[in-house]
């Protein structure tokens, strides 16, 4: 198949859909549970062709995802092409995924798996009611917010039986929990994800190819991982995509604010990847982002591949105030965490506080961050409820010295694979 030809290098969305040549890479389970014990004896997976199966595809970022059954999924990149950074982020936060979902032939067909002859038909719709939505924006009941999602998340845990999530009455059956007990192990999972990164890698670097915003054997590459459950083949699938990484071409970037907040936002589940499709269709070209809010309060969330920062000017102290929706109603993304490290180790001024699109007059600044953005400074927001087109300043202080900062930190957070 023939490249499509990019006439739009502008949308620099971290999930690139163009067509290009990737590497997929499934680990062959053991033939019983048995084998899984070499893992908390401390044994490594060999490393061995015949313990996965790998081919080359010409295939969008989308497709990988969206051809196997719903599941646990993070986007990793490389840096200096043999590491990962926060590569122990990105394991942990599929164990925290795996722990919340309950894994059911019927979430199962919330997506469609094409892969190993997973023909799932997409018949559930998800309820989109069923968020809680804090209207206070000066956010002074955080705390009650995060106990109270700890409550839920230990009840879920604990009895596993209520419909608290998509698989309403459904309980998840007793083999599929012991067989994906190692995944929701970080330890056991780290060990096998490794593997197969190091086997992935080294077949992406022999298939790598030139494109108009990617230099072959120089730029980096984008890795998806996924841990999901196949009722058909009655087993769990650990799998990855490997493809080109693709950065930013300008320093800055425009966002369309429209959309609610997704439900289950601290659960990376590919079915959003679904479920956001409508939002990326109608992003206005030329665009980078979409910008979640709540209609009712005006708050800002996050994007739909990113989290949002704005610059404030704290009159009290009279010093920037960086703000970002509270943890528990956003993914804490690993560039995220680099972040609020950076803001409490340099004395700026940092708190979890919704954004408010009424107060954008007095914001210093903006920004998104992201896997292969980093940290990308907003110069547009564009509305859909009328209000006029917003021109944020692009060169606060604060925000250049964030940027330059976590350029510097991802090196330090680099885990060598090969």
Known sequence: MKAPKNNNLNNNRDDDNNNCNVVVIERKNPDNNNNYKNYSNGGKEPLTETNYRISKERSKFDEFLLGYPRGAYTVARTIKRKAIV????HVNRICNSLQQMKFTPSTENLTNGEHNDLNNNNNNND???NRNKNKNKENNNINNNNNNNNKKDE????????GEDRGGEEKEAPNVTKELEPYRNFDKLKEMIIPLLKMGLKKYYEIEEETPYHIKGVDEAN????VCYSFKESRPILAAQIRPLRVP??????VDVYGEPRKSARTKDSQWVRDRKVFEKSMHPGFNEVILTDPHTHNIYEGLSSNFFAVLHNPDTRQPLVVTAPLHCVLEGTIMKMVVMICNRDGIDFKFWFPNIEDISQWKGAFITSTSRLVLPIEIMRFRDGRLMEKLPTGDETIIHIKNEVEKEILNRAFRIL
Do not use: A, D, Q
């Open 86 to 89: 926060e590569l122990e982020g």
């Open 127 to 129: 309820n989109n009611n």
């Open 155 to 162: 009840k879920r845990k604990g009895e596993g039986e209520k």
């Open 223 to 226: 890795i998806t991982l996924l």
């Open 249 to 254: 071409s300008s320093p800055k970037c425009k």
